[in-house]
Each structure stands twice: as structure tokens, then as C-alpha cells.
């Protein structure tokens, strides 16, 4: 971590064309995280990139470095493309611990860190909704960032790309300001402490909405109920609402426009 307000961001982009849509995402949001910080891309193709390569150990050193890594790829075939999909399969080895299961644990020079996830696809906005072309490719970022102990912040993805040559207007300003938000980001200590109160706020909703629900319909029905009737309802009302809560949060989570 740097001293002071810097923070180091480094924009990392697995795509094939240097004016893409992919390179141009990456670079509103590199061009928007404050002039204080500092800032450098790799285009991986520009890189010999497989296990035990030079130039594998100088982009580790780099990630080491960085506070903030925004990584933009295009969606191929419904999933990540090739190109950040091997720089990711290749980091494996070099950024976790394995314990004698062979489990991964992550490193404590990453732990903490933020993360950006970029992407975009052929798909329109309203199929990319219903069927989540892009999910796969997030969902594979995510998994690797995770593993390796850095925190989201932030998402975007550009859907109906197969006229675009330039980003709409509306995207511009959304990516700017996932860039300022990547510039702000300072390395978090311990994310445990939040996770707790988030999860007190959510119950707590939860709980008002079910006897809020539970009020209203005893009401409508002009009905009382004894307390393991109301207990019954309770726990049926909740159970509901925390499943549609927890499908949002881990199925449904990814932006998909
Ligand atoms: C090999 C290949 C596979 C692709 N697969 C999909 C796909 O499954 N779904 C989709 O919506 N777009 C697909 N596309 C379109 C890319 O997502 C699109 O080219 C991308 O948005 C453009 O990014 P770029 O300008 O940075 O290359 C594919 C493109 C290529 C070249």
C-alpha cells in the first residue's frame, strides 16, 4: 500500500483489438481514477504469458504493487476469452498458498485489495437480462479475485456491441464513474465487522417486511391467530424472503446492461 492518498491502479486488458470495445472500457475508466494516483495498463498480448515465463514474474510484481486491478475482457463463446482466461490460469500457482489438500488459501500481499471487472458482448441488453451471456465471464473473474483475497468494487458490462465502433454517451459516464471510485479505493483491513451489520440490516428488514405481510393479511381477513399459527406464518413469510433475497445476491448479482 502506498503512503499517503495515491493509490495504484492497474488496468489489465485480455482482448485482441487495441480500439475495441474492451480496450476502450478500460481505458474511460483508467482516464477518470484522479490525477493524484497512478496508473498503467498491460495489454496481454503484448506479453509472453504461460508457467514460468520472465514476463509472467515482472506482471506479478506489478499486481503486487497495485492497490486497485481493473480487468477488462471480452465474452467469447458465452464464457471469459482465451487471452484473460490463461493470464488468469497461469497467475494460479504464483499468487496462492496450498496446504497439504491442496487447497488454495490466498497470500497476504493480496489480500485486500479491490477489484474492477469489465466486459461486454454481441448480446442486446434485454437477452443479455433474461439469459446472462455475460455472467460466465464475471463469474470466472470473480472466482479467481476471490480466491486470491481481493474485494469487488465495482462492475460494468456493454451489451449490443456488434455495430458499436465507440462506447455510447451513457456508458462513458458509467465507467467514469467506476473510475473515481476505483481512485478512492484505499486497501481494506478486514471486511468482517461490515459483512456482520449488513447481515443485522438485512435480517432486520426482513423480519419488518414478514410482520408488516403478516399484519396486513390478518387484517384484510379480519382474522387473529395463536402463537404457533403466527409463529408458522413467520417463519414461512421469512423463509421466502431470504430465499429471494439470497438468489438476487448469488445468482442474479452481475450487471447485465
Ligand atoms: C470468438 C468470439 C466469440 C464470441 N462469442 C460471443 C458470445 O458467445 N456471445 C456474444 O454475445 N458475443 C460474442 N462475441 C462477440 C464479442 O463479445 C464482441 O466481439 C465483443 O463485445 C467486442 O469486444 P472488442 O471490440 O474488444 O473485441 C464473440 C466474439 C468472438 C470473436
Avoid at 32 to 58: A, C, M, R, T, W
Avoid at 83 to 112: A, I, S, W, Y
Avoid at 121 to 147: I, P, S
Avoid at 172 to 196: F, I, M, N, P
Wanted: proline share 3%.
Amino acid at each position: 500500500m502506498k503512503e499517503g492518498l495515491l493509490v495504484k491502479i492497474i488496468g489489465i486488458a485480455g482482448c485482441y483489438k487495441r480500439d475495441g470495445i474492451t480496450k476502450q472500457m478500460l481505458d474511460q475508466v483508467l482516464a477518470n481514477v484522479g490525477p493524484e494516483n497512478e496508473v498503467e495498463q498491460i495489454f496481454l498480448l503484448d506479453h509472453k504469458i504461460y508457467p514460468g515465463s520472465p514476463e509472467l514474474d515482472n506482471l506479478v510484481e506489478k499486481l503486487k504493487q497495485a492497490d486497485v486491478w481493473v480487468l477488462a475482457a471480452p465474452t467469447y463463446w458465452g464464457a471469459l476469452s482465451g487471452v484473460m482466461k490463461n493470464f488468469l490460469d497461469c497467475l494460479r500457482q504464483l499468487t496462492l498458498r496450498f496446504d497439504k489438500n491442496g487447497d488454495p488459501h490466498p497470500l497476504e500481499t493480496f489480500l485486500h485489495k479491490h477489484y474492477v471487472l469489465l466486459t461486454n458482448c454481441y448480446t442486446k441488453t434485454w437477452e443479455n437480462m433474461f439469459t446472462g451471456t455475460t455472467d460466465t465471464a464475471l463469474r470466472t473473474m470473480d472466482k479467481v479475485m476471490t480466491t486470491l483475497g481481493l474485494i469487488k468494487a465495482g462492475e460494468a458490462v456493454q451489451t449490443n456491441t456488434y455495430f458499436l465502433t465507440t462506447l455510447p454517451a451513457k456508458k462513458q459516464v458509467e465507467l467514469s464513474h467506476l473510475g473515481q471510485k476505483a481512485g478512492s479505493l484505499q486497501r481494506k483491513d478486514d471486511q468482517t465487522v461490515k459483512r456482520y451489520i449488513e447481515l443485522f440490516f438485512i435480517v432486520a428488514a426482513m423480519a419488518f417486511i414478514t410482520m408488516l405481510i403478516q399484519t396486513g393479511v390478518l387484517h384484510l381477513l379480519g382474522q387473529t391467530l395463536g402463537f404457533w399459527n403466527n409463529y408458522i406464518s413467520f417463519v414461512v413469510i421469512f423463509f421466502i424472503l431470504l430465499s429471494i433475497t439470497l438468489h438476487f445476491f448469488t445468482v442474479v448479482k452481475h450487471k447485465r446492461k
